[in-house]
């Protein structure tokens, strides 16, 4: 079936690496039906590594962080204005489908709010998504979130996504990035390895004790840079304190667009499974990433570069942002030496 005069609403809020994950889906409309319409609704800052998408025709942002906030503390007074806000940005705009690719009661109020007549959600139903929903996506054996995204596309007749993840930058992004690694003293023309220490999940984080061993085994002529949030300085002082040798930080000095540029001039990536694994996916980067709590073959990048380390503790994968044991004990497990090895092998 063609959709060429079809306008599309599609529904993923956040987080960044969800997001990423979720644009291939615009990709296979407009590949299937050049002419549609598609518009996503995001919120920040994921939403800005949608701005430049070729397959997006119109980007609405809502923030929706003060509802989340609004919604914990019973405030809902607050909820209501948050919700007028986004059902605001519906008002002068019609759509024929909406694809609701995050599940939540939130994103299914929503869609129903967009008064799109027909509303296709994913087989991973939360919080009562799918009484919002006109039609569900059947369930998929693969447990990868790219194909089962895609698969809220089946019930159009579009089979054929590909999985690929790719960030699109302006043209200028690359002039900054040459001159942003040279004012903090580092050579684009060099070796560079970013590491990202932490993640937005406690219990996917490896010790920076284990990171300052691992990162024993770096050629000297390899620049060390390290990248992430604000609140992650203190465990790069650390890293740098254990390690003794010179590193840059950069943390909290880029917004996403400008790492995505900047991971261009890179070699590599050290990481756990967070937001920078997926824009450097999405920009070519190669990576190597740290996996306890969840699992490279649900969440991992398919295609490029991407060497994964999955710890051998047997209480792993349990998809828990915090564990149940209080413990940490499957990032714990990943050894020193594993890394090490592998990061040895990569910089070759």
């Known amino acids: 079936m063609n959709y060429d005069q079809t306008r599309f609403l599609i529904l993923r809020l956040s987080s960044i690496g969800d997001v990423l994950h979720a644009a291939p889906v615009a990709h296979a409309l407009k590949k299937a039906s050049p002419g ?3 518009t996503w609704l995001a919120s920040p800052p994921a939403s800005d590594l949608l701005k430049y998408n070729p397959d997006i025709d119109e980007l609405l942002v809502w923030d929706r962080r003060p509802f989340d906030k609004a919604a914990s503390s019973l405030h809902l007074r607050q909820v209501r204005a948050a919700l007028r806000k986004a059902k605001k940005l519906f008002e002068l705009r019609h759509f024929d489908i909406a694809l609701d690719i995050q ?7 929503l869609a129903k709010m967009s008064k799109a007549p027909r509303r296709i ?3 991973e139903r939360h919080e009562f998504n799918h009484l919002f929903m006109t039609e569900q996506a059947e369930d998929i054996a693969d447990p990868h979130k790219i194909r089962r995204y895609l698969s809220v596309l089946a019930p159009l007749g579009i089979q ?3 999985p690929e993840l790719h960030l699109e930058l302006p043209p200028e992004m690359d002039t900054f990035a040459g001159s942003f690694l040279h004012r903090q003293g580092i050579d684009p023309g060099r070796r560079i390895l970013y590491v990202n220490l932490r993640t937005t999940w406690p219990d996917k984080n490896w010790l920076p004790e284990s990171f300052a061993a691992a990162l024993q085994a770096v050629p000297a002529d390899v620049q060390l840079v390290f990248c992430g949030a604000k609140g992650d300085q203190p465990y790069i002082d650390t890293v740098q304190r254990l390690l003794g040798r010179p590193m840059v930080s950069i943390v909290g000095k880029t917004s996403l667009l400008e790492l995505a540029a900047i991971f261009r001039k890179g070699t590599l990536l050290l990481t756990g499974d967070t937001g920078p694994l997926y824009i450097a996916a999405g920009v070519g980067l190669p990576t190597l990433s740290l996996w306890g709590p969840t699992h490279p073959d649900i969440y991992g ?6 060497e ?3 710890t051998p503790y047997s209480c792993h994968s349990c998809c828990k942002t915090h564990c149940r044991k209080k413990t940490n004990d499957c990032m714990k497990a990943i050894e020193t030496e594993t890394v090490k090895n592998k990061l040895i092998q990569l910089l070759k």
Do not use: K, Y
């Open 36 to 38: 549609c319409h598609i």
């Open 103 to 109: 599940g939540l009661f939130l994103t299914g109020l």
């Open 121 to 123: 959600g994913i087989h």
């Open 160 to 162: 054929d996504g590909s």
């Open 301 to 306: 990048p398919l295609n490029g570069p991407h």
């Open 308 to 310: 994964f380390i999955l």
